[in-house]
């Protein structure tokens, strides 16, 4: 089973700031099956990124996803209050069996 | 409009089985392009995908549940249904059902989720 890695656990920043967060699976993932999530305090998670770099309909440019192999990063532009959450990242493998990373929570610092 | 919309008991005793049910509506069940999926999420932890079915029958499951789990469709109330069987506390979890796209693999609509709790 792929095992996928998130870092930092948690990223304090400001509005306006970059976000940064790394995905790294224990083994290579298919570009293809690689999507990252956003969800907030009682809420069911919402679809940012899929491919490893498509934006899901209606996801702000600021959202943007890169990566390959075993690194996947999900970018956050510029931080706006309603983007303080906390991120997972998926991915689906062989088997079939699809996985979550255990997340990157963003705060206002 | 795709909604998926959860329902089932929300407190389970030990032992027992847990039973949901997940409606669709904006869309068929049967139209062949997604999976439908079971997700869980134990409070203030991470996710676990539990499985999925496809309209016509054919299920995977999650390796670690599989022995307890059984996911089942009802094409005809465009619904879908999961069976945790001998559950324990460590089975309290928001429950929630999603859809895939087929060969995509990544879940595009949820449903707002269920809290179940195993307790006597």
């Known amino acids: 089973e792929i095992v996928l890695t998130q870092s930092p656990g948690t990223l304090s920043l400001s509005p306006g700031e970059r976000a940064t967060l790394s995905c790294r699976a224990s083994q290579s993932v298919s570009s293809s099956y690689l999507a990252w999530y956003q969800q907030k305090p009682g809420q069911a998670p919402r679809l940012l990124i899929y491919?490893?770099?498509s934006r899901a309909t209606g996801i702000p440019d600021r959202f943007s996803g890169s990566g390959s192999g075993t690194d996947f990063t999900l970018t956050i532009s510029r931080l706006e209050p309603e983007d303080f959450a906390v991120y997972y990242c998926?991915?689906?493998?062989?088997?079939?069996?699809?996985?979550f990373g255990g997340g990157t929570k963003v705060e206002i610092k | 409009q795709v909604q998926l919309q959860e329902s089932g008991p929300g407190l389970v005793k030990p032992s027992q089985t847990l039973s949901l049910t997940c409606t669709v509506s904006?869309?068929?069940?049967?139209?062949?392009?997604?999976?439908w999926s079971w997700i869980r999420q134990p409070p203030g932890k991470g996710l676990e995908w539990i499985g999925y079915?496809?309209?016509?029958?054919?299920?995977y499951y999650n390796p670690s549940l599989k022995s307890r789990v059984t996911i089942s469709v009802d094409t005809s109330k465009n619904q879908f249904s999961l069976k945790l069987s001998s559950v324990t506390a460590a089975d309290t979890a928001v429950y929630y059902c999603?859809?895939?796209?087929?060969?995509?693999?990544?879940?595009?609509?949820w449903g707002q989720g269920t809290l179940v709790t195993v307790s006597s």
């Open positions: 999603a859809r895939d796209l087929v060969w995509e693999y990544y879940f595009d609509y």
């Open positions: 904006g869309g068929s069940i049967s139209s062949g392009d997604y999976y």
């Open positions: 491919g490893a770099s």
């Open positions: 079915i496809y309209y016509s029958g054919s299920t």
């Open positions: 998926q991915q689906y493998g062989s088997s079939p069996t699809l996985t």
